[in-house]
């Protein structure tokens, strides 16, 4: 089964958001300035994970089916090698949490020039993105 449509348009409309952000700043004069390179990095890491369709299937199987958190959590390479998911190199590791057996999150940590983000699914509230 696929990811509740509420956490999909949710997705849809940030991706298109950053997609804006991402043309802005690479018509953007300073784009040569280090902070402008590290946003516009920023920008195509969203992008490129949140545009996967393995990435997005494996959230939809996690959703259905919320014991795999666990297989998750305890050998994350593993997990994503056999479902052939290859993550961008900024990635630092792969998070999870089990509040409850049917809330949960899964995510990953990423850096950009010395800079910390976080990109989350919550099983409860869907998708979102934070600077660490």
């Not at 991706?15 to 952000?21: C, K, N, S, V």
């Not at 998750?72 to 056999?82: T, Y």
């Not at 899964?106 to 660490?132: M, N, T």
Request: charged letters at 25%.
């Amino acid at each position: 089964m696929p990811l509740p449509q509420e956490h999909l348009r949710h997705l849809e409309s940030s991706l298109h958001q950053h997609e804006r952000e991402l043309q802005d700043l690479e018509r953007d004069p300073d784009q040569g300035r280090p902070e402008v390179r590290t946003e516009i990095e920023f920008h195509k890491v969203v992008l490129q994970v949140g545009r996967n369709d393995k990435i997005r299937s494996i959230l939809g199987e996690l959703h259905d089916n919320p014991q795999l958190i666990d297989q998750l959590a305890s050998n994350p390479s593993e997990f994503l090698r056999a479902r052939g998911i290859n993550l961008p190199a900024h990635v630092t590791r792969i998070v999870t949490n089990k509040r409850t057996p049917r809330s949960f999150m899964a995510g990953i940590d990423f850096q950009i020039a010395g800079r910390a983000f976080s990109l989350q699914w919550e099983s409860e509230w869907g998708f979102g993105v934070r600077v660490l």
